[in-house]
C-alpha cells in the first residue's frame, strides 16, 4: 500500500490508479473539496505523523554513525526524500497554531466589541488561510510523484466533430488551436505547427503542433478530450432565427517519447510523398515536399506538410508516429493498471465532453470538477484565465490521488 517492508513510503504507489486521470463520472469528493480540507482529514495526519516520526529516526540513525556505506546510503536517500515533507508538515502545523490563536483572539475582540482590532485581526486570518492552503497545496505536491513525463514535450492534436447546420465545429476547432498557441506563448513555450487543414470558410478540420517548454504535459495532459461548442451562428438561417446550435471537437496531447524510448523498424515503414494543400506561398501544388508515413504492423499513419523541407517534414512526422506509438504502449500498460477507471490519456475513443464552451451564457464548464468561468473571451485568449482553470484541474488531481491512496489504505487496514 506504498509502504516498503521498513515502513519506507513508495512514491509511486499514490499514482498507481489516479495517473493521467480525473474523476470525471463518479461522486464528487465532497469531504476533499480543497487541499485545507483533505489536510483534516484524520488518515492524513496518522500518514504524515508516521512520516514525520521515521525522518526524525532516520536522521538520528544517520547521525550516530554507526552504519555501514551501503545502510548509510540508503538512510541519506531516505532522508532527502522525507526532509521536504517533514518541513512542509511542521511549516503547517505552525501556521495552524497560528490561524487557532488569531480564532480565540477573534471570539475574544468581538466580544468585547473592540472593532477596528477585530477587524485587524480578521485580515491577517484571511492571509493566513491563503498561506494554509498554498502549504497544503505545496505538500501534496511532494506526496503525488511526479510524473515520468510531467517535463516532456507534447504533441497536440486538435480535430473538428460533426454537427448538423453549419461549420461551427470548425471555427470553434480554431478557435481552439488558436487559444493553444496563444497558451504556449504565455508560458514561454515553442508551438512549431506540424499539420495544419484550413476548412472552407475559416475554421479548421485538423491540426497537429510540437509543444516543448518547461513542464509542457504537465499543464496540458488533461486538456485531452471532448470540447463542446454552444453558439448561435453568426451567419445563416440559425443566426437570424437565434437558434443555439451544439458542435464538438476532441483534443489529443500526447507526451512526446525521446527516440530510445519507441524503436521503429524502417523496414516496418511506407513513406509517401504528395503535393502541399492550402496556404503555404509559391512552393504550394508545385514540390513534393508533403509527407505520409505509415507504420505498416499497427496501421497508424501520420503526415506533415509544414515545412518547404521533403527531409524535415519526414523528421516531423517520423516524430510524431513515435509519440503515437508510444502512446499505445502506455494505454496497454495503463488499462491493465487501472481498468476500473477511465483513461484520460487523450484519444478518440473519449465520448464523454469534458469541458462546454456557452458562448450565450459566456461560460465555461469544466464538467470533471464542476468548475464554471464566466468570460469565454478570456480564456480562448490563452492567458491567465486559462492557466487559473488549468491549475484548478492540476489541484484536484493531486487531491484525487492522495484520496484513492488514503481509501485504498484504509480498505486494507479494514480488511486486515
Not at 36 to 53: D, G, M, P, T
Not at 214 to 231: A, I, P, S
Amino acid at each position: 500500500v506504498g509502504l516498503h517492508s521498513h515502513g519506507f513510503w513508495r512514491p509511486k504507489s499514490l499514482l498507481d490508479t489516479a495517473r493521467f486521470t480525473l474523476s470525471f463520472n463518479s461522486r464528487h469528493r465532497k469531504n476533499h473539496q480543497d487541499s485545507q480540507a483533505l489536510w483534516k482529514h484524520e488518515a492524513v495526519q496518522k500518514y504524515l505523523e508516521s512520516l514525520s516520526k521515521e525522518f526524525q529516526q532516520v536522521s538520528h540513525q544517520l547521525s550516530a554513525h554507526l552504519l555501514n556505506d551501503f545502510e548509510q546510503r540508503t538512510l541519506r536517500r531516505r532522508c532527502a526524500d522525507l526532509s521536504p515533507i517533514a518541513a512542509a508538515f511542521q511549516e503547517i502545523k505552525e501556521a495552524e497554531r497560528e490561524v487557532q490563536e488569531l480564532e480565540a483572539m477573534c471570539t475574544e475582540l468581538d466580544s468585547r466589541d473592540e472593532k477596528q482590532l477585530l477587524e485587524l485581526a480578521l485580515e491577517e486570518k484571511e492571509s493566513l488561510d491563503k498561506k494554509m492552503n498554498m502549504l497544503c497545496r505545496k505538500l501534496f505536491q511532494l506526496l503525488v510523484p511526479k510524473e515520468k513525463y510531467d517535463r516532456s514535450p507534447v504533441i497536440l492534436e486538435v480535430t473538428a466533430g460533426r454537427t448538423t447546420g453549419g461549420d461551427i465545429c470548425q471555427q470553434f476547432t480554431k478557435e481552439m488551436f488558436d487559444m493553444y498557441q496563444s497558451y504556449a506563448d504565455y508560458k514561454r513555450w515553442t508551438f512549431d505547427i506540424v499539420n495544419y487543414t484550413p476548412a472552407e470558410i475559416g475554421g479548421l478540420h485538423h491540426a497537429a503542433a510540437h509543444i516543448s517548454g518547461e513542464n509542457v504535459y504537465r499543464h496540458l495532459k488533461y486538456e485531452g478530450g471532448t470540447h463542446r461548442v454552444q453558439r448561435i451562428p453568426e451567419t445563416g438561417m440559425s443566426s437570424r432565427m437565434q437558434r443555439i446550435h451544439t458542435g464538438t471537437m476532441s483534443v489529443i496531447v500526447l507526451p512526446q517519447p525521446e527516440e530510445v524510448d519507441v524503436k521503429v523498424d524502417p523496414k516496418d515503414l511506407r513513406i509517401d510523398t504528395f503535393r502541399a494543400k492550402g496556404a503555404g506561398g509559391q512552393h504550394v501544388n508545385k514540390t513534393d515536399s508533403a509527407v505520409r508515413i505509415v507504420h505498416l504492423p499497427t496501421g497508424l499513419a501520420v503526415e506533415c506538410q509544414q515545412e518547404r523541407s521533403q527531409q524535415l517534414n519526414k523528421e516531423i512526422a517520423l516524430r510524431t508516429l513515435r509519440a503515437k506509438l508510444y502512446q499505445q504502449v502506455l494505454e496497454k500498460q495503463l488499462s491493465q493498471e487501472q481498468s476500473a477507471r477511465k483513461l484520460q490519456l487523450g484519444t478518440r475513443a473519449q465520448s464523454e465532453r469534458i469541458r462546454t464552451y456557452n458562448f450565450t451564457q459566456d461560460r465555461v464548464t469544466d464538467h470533471r470538477i464542476s468548475y464554471d468561468a464566466r468570460n469565454i473571451k478570456e480564456i480562448l485568449s490563452g492567458k491567465e484565465a486559462l492557466d487559473k482553470l488549468i491549475n484548478r484541474l492540476l489541484e484536484f488531481a493531486e487531491i484525487e490521488a492522495v484520496t484513492q491512496y488514503l481509501e485504498n489504505l484504509q480498505a486494507l487496514e479494514g480488511g486486515g
